[in-house]
């Protein structure tokens, strides 16, 4: 325990300064108002005592460095106490006041159960479908979807390239979301056949949620003739994707044939090189990059 005569204001304030260790019980000595616990890591269990004879309009006040698993926080005998945690958080806090005429504690600042963040979202990318599930503690998310971009032909005219997958952007306040949300994710084109006018095939969508909360959805791009890039809706952001890029010197002869490109990635290499942005049509030739869901969470 340690005791410091203020300078200034000529009050006592006596802390207590604890390393403590799992299971332990510590009950407030007279005098004593304010307890620092530093273990050496999480604790799985312990127990707080408040002082037995406290005067009225007394405070308490106790804070942990570390997480406390299962907390007990008990009125000494006699007492009782209104909103005592039952948890605590690295870097958590609480202060109590007393009332000395029902002999009860009274929570005036209790941060036990607020867990201490970095403001570092967490970000996922899915390439698969699935369902994602809201956690307890999360305030936010921006999802993005991008539709997958539709292969390229093996035409020698009428644009062979694909167009790029459409995105959409949307973010959600947690209260918002209803429970777990399916989302889909635009799978890539396959390799078109070989043959002199086989056309690649049309990108496929991705999409974000099910109502009643709002769904986004990233189109797929479109394959030859058009090679447009898919559409978007339901998002903050909807952005298409772009276009084929066709160049020929003749009716017959295709010179440079590049797919569309999606909003998070650039057009792919030359014809026959791999697809490597989400959401890119195929050049020539070329199978259409598969779609994405990107979620980030903030906390």
């Not at 005098?31 to 890591?41: F, Q, S």
């Not at 929570?107 to 699935?130: K, M």
């Not at 049309?202 to 959805?217: D, E, K, R």
């Not at 590049?258 to 014809?271: E, F, M, N, Q, V």
Request: proline residues 8%.
């Amino acid at each position: 325990m340690t005791a410091k005569l203020d300078g200034t204001n000529g009050l006592l304030q006596q802390y207590d300064y604890q390393v403590l260790t799992t299971a332990f019980s510590y009950t407030f000595a007279a005098g004593t108002n304010v307890l620092v616990i530093n273990p050496a890591g999480t604790l799985a269990t312990g127990t707080i005592t408040m002082p037995a004879a406290p005067a009225d309009g007394m405070t308490i006040s106790f804070s942990s460095t570390q997480a406390i698993t299962a907390l007990t926080v008990s009125g000494n005998t006699g007492q009782s106490i209104v909103g005592n945690p039952t948890t605590m958080n690295a870097g958590g806090a609480v202060t109590l006041v007393y009332r000395l005429s029902n002999t009860s504690w009274y929570a005036q600042v209790n941060t036990a159960s607020i867990a201490l963040t970095t403001g570092v979202p967490v970000l996922t990318a899915y390439t698969s479908p699935g369902t994602w599930t809201k956690p307890a503690t999360v305030k936010a998310i921006q999802v993005t979807v991008v539709g997958g971009g539709a292969g390229g032909g093996t035409g020698a005219t009428n644009n062979p390239s694909g167009g790029g997958g459409g995105a959409a952007i949307k973010v959600y306040p947690a209260p918002s979301i209803p429970g777990p949300q399916p989302y889909t994710v635009g799978a890539a084109t396959p390799t078109p056949a070989p043959g002199p006018t086989q056309g690649g095939a049309s990108g496929n969508a991705s999409s974000f949620g099910v109502a009643p909360l709002g769904v986004i959805t990233g189109s797929g791009g479109s394959n030859s003739p058009t090679g447009a890039g898919g559409a978007a809706s339901g998002g903050d952001v909807n952005a298409p994707g772009g276009p084929s890029i066709d160049y020929s010197t003749s009716p017959t002869t295709m010179t440079m044939s590049y797919g569309g490109k999606s909003i998070i990635g650039l057009k792919p290499a030359p014809a026959g090189a791999p697809v490597g942005s989400y959401g890119a049509g195929g050049n020539r030739a070329q199978a259409g990059a598969a779609g994405v869901v990107i979620i980030e969470e903030f906390y």
